[in-house]
């Protein structure tokens, strides 16, 4: 009897959860996800952390919240729960998001439930969520509390964070297209025409100023040869255009952001053609980022 358990006990390890059943048919919806659906309607997700910062759409709520699920079942609980808090920011504006929020939610919360006092280090590690409505893309990070949106797709490149004696910094590198890539461009390393770096920190003091940021980034970065103008200040925040002293092909815009402990710098660097076509698109971003 002990032997014949075995048995199935390593037949059931042996067959993959995310293989497809003979009479399951596979879906790709409108957004480019792929899973698969029985013959009750169920849907069945890899469950696997195949996990690149895709936004969160309508078009794609279904496979976001099974593989959100799958992803938290399957030992992967803050890709999971990032996939469950991007549909979750997604701004609510038909029955069938209202609908997805609300599976989102009973599963953030049993999350929540079985983690304890654990969830509070596993939502911060989940702090980046990312949606798209239409071409646009919005970032959110919920534990440094800004928001940004692009209003072409972005591509999260790599992502940081570090902490220490009251200090915390999570840091972002996008990649910005600003035209779709040709199909027979598929299977070449990708390229984008604009690369924007975020990071933001949270001090163990208030800023009083967004010139301390500024004074804390000239320290961090040295004094490069660089021409930099203003094109927009207020209280919380301030803008600039800038370019290399030195004859080059790029320029870029800085944006320094402070609210109480934390201060947020934007830095956006583009060919000086493409500033030409979509900076105003881009400055706008910048001008209308929310901390």
């Known amino acids: ?6 048995i199935i006990i390593l037949l059931a390890v042996a067959v993959p959860l995310g293989s497809q059943m003979p009479d399951w048919f596979t879906v ?6 792929e899973y698969f659906m029985d013959r009750n309607g169920k849907i069945w997700t ?5 996990f690149s ?17 799958d992803l938290i079942r399957r030992h992967y609980p803050a890709e999971g729960l990032t996939m469950l808090k991007s ?3 997604l701004p609510v504006s038909n029955k069938t998001i209202y609908d997805a929020q609300v599976k989102a939610s009973r599963a953030i919360q049993a999350l929540q439930r079985r983690e304890g006092t654990r969830y509070t280090a596993l939502s911060e590690r989940a702090s980046l969520v990312y949606y798209r409505e239409g071409e646009a893309v919005t970032l959110h990070n919920d534990r440094m509390n800004w928001t940004i949106r692009f209003p072409r797709p972005v591509t999260v490149i790599r992502r940081s964070a570090r902490t220490r004696n009251g200090y915390l910094r ?5 990649g910005v297209t600003f035209a779709p890539r040709p ?4 299977s070449e390393a990708p390229k984008y025409d604009a690369l924007v770096a975020i990071d933001s920190e949270q001090f163990p003091f208030e800023l009083t100023s967004v010139k301390k940021l500024e004074a804390h980034w000239s320290n961090a970065l040295g004094g490069a040869e660089t021409d930099r103008h203003l094109d927009h200040r207020a209280p919380d925040r301030a803008v600039y255009h800038c370019r290399d002293k030195r004859p080059g092909e790029y320029s870029w815009y800085e944006g320094y952001y402070v609210n109480g402990r934390f201060g947020t710098m934007v830095r956006m660097i583009m060919e000086t053609g493409a500033e030409g076509r979509h900076g105003r ?5 910048l001008k209308d980022f929310k901390h």
């Open 1 to 6: 009897m002990r032997r014949a358990a075995c």
């Open 28 to 33: 790709r919806d409108r957004d480019g996800n």
């Open 46 to 50: 890899s469950g696997s952390p195949d």
């Open 53 to 69: 910062y895709k936004p969160a759409s309508i078009e794609g709520l279904d496979y976001f919240v099974t593989q959100g699920v």
């Open 87 to 89: 549909v979750m920011a």
């Open 170 to 174: 999570q840091g972002v590198l996008v």
């Open 183 to 186: 199909p027979e461009a598929a």
């Open 281 to 285: 698109a881009m400055l706008q971003a």
